[in-house]
């Protein structure tokens, strides 16, 4: 991607799951590996390079590149899986990471695998939150009953446990490389994990296990992956045993509400942590290279996170999955040597956009994502007002729809967007074919324009 302004490097964020860790044998700790440093650089953020209608950035970003956050957080302790740069002179905004949360067999703390992204700061109303996640339907999946009644966190891993699986996969051409966490979806043996967790193997038909809560191993094969959302559906045969997981629904959450985080944090199988949602509807960028970068539209919570809790639940006091843990924030200072782990600062993606895609793969073996056809700026000096389209493309629905090169986009159906992150997760959250609107600004006068959106498959 074409460099944009000089930012200083600053909080990094890592998805609990991505270049994952092996179970940690007994014994002492290993010692961490040392990462290779990379000086940050920005790039100038599109919403489609190549592809006449596509909304994903397309340009590569290299480990080490980080793009702003808006606006910072309070300081936070380093979690940092390679040293960290040298601020630049005079600023004093940190900029945002996020980095997949999977252990690998030589770590026994830190990530695998240069995941870079942003992080968008801006909070709405209840009503704003909610109307972000998709509509889903449960009725075609068989699921477990949820409790009558809020339990204690004791009664909810009682629960959830049964539910939940550890994934241990090739990575980097070992197996059992790498583990993370899934849990059953339904009654046919399919199990939902994050794509970070999988790619590797499933790139270079590597083996894939899920190992339940008694210890029993048995091989996973992959259904589909959706690297835009960062999500895998695996199938296990003969798994009539597993119990699937009940499903909740992200939009009932409120912020303060108790969570339970379960995985298999650096290997440590039906590991259970627990927490509060301590923010909804977070923009999170994750992804190492442009083919699979993922836009979250997360629910954050304090559980404690770490590497190889990706893709394992997040879940209610009624043992009910109200996201999928995917990220974790690390701090811009310090170095491979001082990782902390938690810093709690974790995310996660809403059920309802897990469902949505997994029904997806599930129906066709792959997921399709909404895209406008327009390129739209996610890096430099923030915006904080709304996203400016940098070019639109060709054909494609924002051409159709009248968007125009220069449009500050403030609303999409009535939800505010602050910047260009905010805008592609807010489109994310539809759905191919449906029309959505959105709120402009052009040359000091406000419209509203109707953009229908188009699909690709990722």
Request: hydrophobic share 40%; proline share 10%.
């Amino acid at each position: 991607m074409n460099d944009g302004p000089d930012q200083d490097p600053g909080q990094r964020w890592a998805p609990p799951g991505d270049g994952a860790t092996p179970p940690v044998p007994p014994g002492p700790p290993m010692e961490p590996v040392e990462p290779t440093s990379a000086d940050p650089s920005h790039a100038e953020p599109v919403f489609s390079d190549t592809a006449p209608i596509q909304t994903s950035v397309v340009e590569p970003v290299a480990p080490g590149a980080h793009r702003a956050a808006y606006p910072p957080p309070p300081p936070t302790q380093p979690l940092a899986p390679s040293p960290a740069a040298s601020p630049a002179a005079g600023r004093n905004r940190p900029s945002g990471w996020v980095w997949p949360v999977v252990a690998a067999t030589a770590l026994v703390v830190g990530v695998v695998g240069g995941v870079v992204g942003g992080i968008g700061y801006a909070q709405w109303d209840d009503e704003e939150q909610r109307a972000t996640v998709p509509t889903v339907d449960y009725a075609d999946l068989e699921t477990q009953a949820p409790l009558e009644k809020p339990g204690s966190v004791a009664r909810v891993a009682q629960e959830v446990l049964p539910s939940t699986v550890q994934i241990v996969a090739e990575f980097e051409g070992a197996e059992a490389g790498a583990t993370g966490s899934g849990f059953v979806l339904d009654d046919k043996g399919h199990v939902v994990t994050n794509n970070h967790v999988v790619a590797d193997a499933a790139e270079n038909d590597g083996p894939i296990e899920i190992v339940d809560q008694d210890g029993n191993r048995q091989n996973a094969t992959v259904v589909g992956r959706s690297p835009v959302y960062d999500l895998a559906v695996l199938h296990v045969a003969g798994a009539e045993d597993l119990k699937p997981a009940a499903l909740g629904k992200s939009r009932a959450l409120r912020v303060g509400e108790p969570v339970v985080a379960i995985g298999a944090p650096l290997g440590l199988s039906s590991t259970v942590t627990s927490g509060i949602v301590s923010a909804l509807n977070r923009p999170v960028t994750t992804g190492s290279t442009a083919d699979d970068s993922s836009y979250i539209n997360a629910i954050q919570t304090d559980a404690a996170i770490n590497p190889g809790n990706s893709g394992g639940p997040l879940v209610n006091l009624k043992g009910q999955v109200v996201g999928v843990n995917s990220a974790i924030a690390t701090n811009g200072g310090g170095s491979f040597d001082d990782e902390a782990g938690n810093i709690g600062v974790g995310f996660a993606i809403p059920v309802e956009q897990v469902i949505t895609t997994a029904q997806q793969i599930l129906d066709s073996g792959e997921a399709q994502y909404p895209v406008i056809g327009a390129r739209v700026q996610t890096g430099g000096p923030a915006e904080y007002d709304g996203a400016t389209i940098d070019e639109v493309l060709a054909d494609s629905p924002a051409q159709d729809a009248g968007l125009e090169n220069g449009d500050l986009v403030t609303h999409v159906n009535g939800v505010r967007v602050t910047d260009g992150i905010g805008l592609i997760v807010a489109i994310r959250t539809h759905l191919p074919g449906e029309t959505i609107e959105f709120t402009v600004t052009r040359d000091g006068d406000e419209q509203t324009i109707a953009v229908t959106l188009d699909g690709e498959v990722g």
